[in-house]
């Protein structure tokens, strides 16, 4: 399911499962939740510019990052424009799992960068199956949607505009 | 030792700009310098015939000289921030208290600043990479609107190559920018320091002061060993005059960096 230009590990559950619980997308998780998790997930890394996706595409994967960063993106008729950038212990991707299932933005590797890829269907499935496992990761994804749209709404403040309470008169 | 209330005199000797609002001021003193500062303190400085205004120190020259970043938000510092070399100014202080690096020494110093809120730390950050073996890590994340308006970014790769671990974000990143973009506070997980061990010091908008307190917390940094630098209307410098007075404290003296413990009630204190 790998896109191509990521290079894979070969996958083995059992390092897999204790490296993927150590992430900090998962920390706290449950080991079998966890080694769930792991059955759905291999080790990948991917170069600088390495295009995970692109706003539409369908949502069929989500990654957890080790090291590096990725850019998400938005691509109005002639321009790219950044609109945030994840980093070490982040989930990269949200739309996997909110119908239709498809991209809202692009992701591009800004460096080389280490991640967990997971499939999105088979995590889907997981969770269908055990609501209990479903109720952690939404947990997980709802802390990483509730700190993004935080950030949003700081962004939208302006905070380093000169304040009026600094404003200074002769 | 009481600060002296009576403005020394200062002479501009190197004036940089930082951004299009924001002016690095070197300052060499022409009489008696003011007594030496701890980083976190701040002078009165006084543009002659038009007004005077709190600023920052952000560190030493030679022979006793001051750095001081101004940016231009009204008529004194507008002045301030035109203010050429050979040009005369004022100084009174230094005033208040100091961010007490020292007392992170044996552990992690991790640095948070916001836009401007970079110019009093950058005294703290060149005085701990000055002593670097008494600390493990050194931390610096700087959240900034847009990368021309990143103060001090020159010095940035400076500090890396003296011990520092420095990330900068971006609201607004610019054409070709390849750092991080969101607010600074998303940086802070990501930088993995150890909050059993650590002492932060932050400077910017009070918001983005509060929302980085209120993300180390639950990490386990405790609240004394947060410091945050509360700005308000100082005009005396000396604890008299009371336009800077924020509940209990007059932050001229008793800030501007006081501990979140300290700070956490009067941040949440609705002012007239």
Redesign the interface.
Known sequence: MTAPGASQDAPSPGAGAAELGGHAFLRGMPERYVAVLARACRPTQVPEGYRFFAEGDPANLLWLIRSGHVALDLHPPGRRLIVETLGKGDLLGLSWLVPPYEWQFGATAVQDTILFELDAALVRAACDADPGLGYELLRRVMSAASSRLQAARIRMLDLYAASSSVRDEA | MTAPVLPARYRVAGRQEETH?TVTLDLWPVDQPIPAYQPGQFTMLYAPG??E?PVSISGTGPDAGLVQTV?A?????RALCAAGPGRLLGVRGPYGTGWDVASAADGDLLIVA???GLAPLRGALLSALGHRDRYRRIVVLI???SPT?LVFARELDQWRCSGAEAEV?V?Q?SAG???????V???L??A?VDPARTTALVC??E??MR?TARQLLPLGVPARRIRVSL???MRCGVAECGHCQLGPLLLCRDGPVVSYEVAAPLLAIREL
Not at chain 2, 73 to 77: D, I, K, L, Q
Not at chain 2, 177 to 183: F, I, K, N, Q, R
Request: charged share 20%; aromatic share 2%.
């Open positions: 609002d038009i007004g205004v940016r938000v009204g008529a004194v510092t916001g836009g401007i959240g900034a609107r308006e974000t609201d990143p920018w390849t750092g991080h973009v969101g607010v506070t998303q940086l997980p990501r993995g910017g908008p918001v983005m929302l700005e308000r209307n």
